[in-house]
């Protein structure tokens, strides 16, 4: 499966497009309260307890992406979006959400 945020890929014709395909993650209150408490893991303007939790949650909504163009009968998915939004009632949660277009390429 080819995953890429272009709206082409080069070598490749798509000869079919299945739709729109897209998945959301939720990062729940939980996951804040341990990311505040690892605010003292800041290096460099970094901090290792924020990103791996998104990296997580945004690989977790690519694969759910791959799987949906997968079941569509795609082998790609060109102009990938990845969005990231606060929700809840206190900003609390935190959302992943990707989608793009599910396409056959030969």
Same mark, same amino acid.
């Given at each position: 499966m080819i995953l890429t945020a272009t709206h082409g890929i080069e070598g490749h014709q798509v000869t079919r497009y299945h739709g729109i395909v897209s998945a959301e993650v939720i990062l729940g209150a939980n996951v804040f309260r341990d990311l505040f408490a690892g605010i003292r893991d800041f290096v460099g &303007?970094?901090?290792?307890?924020y990103e791996k939790p998104l990296r997580r949650a945004r690989e977790m909504a690519m *694969? *759910?992406?791959e799987a949906e163009a997968r079941d569509k009968g795609a082998n790609a998915v060109i &102009?990938?979006?990845?969005d990231y939004e606060v929700i809840g009632d206190s900003g609390s949660m935190l959302m992943v959400s990707v989608s793009g277009t599910a396409v056959t390429v030969s």
């Open positions: &303007g970094r901090s290792g307890a *694969e *759910e992406l &102009g990938i979006d990845i």
